[in-house]
């Protein structure tokens, strides 16, 4: 990862996997949009895996985030100290991704888009 990194926020994760889970028409934000979420930020996203959808669709319908990312979520807030602008650091930012392959690989993984 480089030095451009340390600039990520957990915030900033968080919402843009809610974007892209809505862009790709899911109603479930799971741990594989928080891993595409962390290469957009991170500069490393090629291209999506399925076609966009127009933001203008969902009519203010909130995606629903599965458990096992919402725990982590609340885990890494909590180590942040609840800040919500506080930005990872390269390292933590590692550690962050390294949860949510996990979560990618076993029962949170579960999304439908």
């Given at each position: ?31 594989l ?35 096992e ?9 909590v180590?942040?100290?609840?800040d ?17 392959e996990?979560?990618?690989g ?8």
């Amino acid at each position: 990862m480089t030095d451009s990194t340390s600039a990520v926020r957990l915030t900033d994760i968080l919402t843009n996997a809610a974007a892209f889970a809505d862009l790709q028409g899911s109603s479930i934000v799971g741990p594989l949009h928080l891993l595409s979420a962390i290469d957009h930020l991170t500069g490393t996203l090629v291209e999506m895996d399925s076609p966009p959808r127009s933001p203008l669709g969902r009519g203010g319908r909130r995606a629903v985030v599965v458990p096992e990312v919402r725990e982590l979520a609340r885990r890494w807030f909590v180590a942040l100290g609840r800040d919500p602008l506080a930005t990872l650091s390269n390292e933590q930012l590692g550690d962050f991704k390294a949860d949510v392959e996990t979560l990618a690989g076993g029962a949170g993984a579960a999304q439908d888009g």
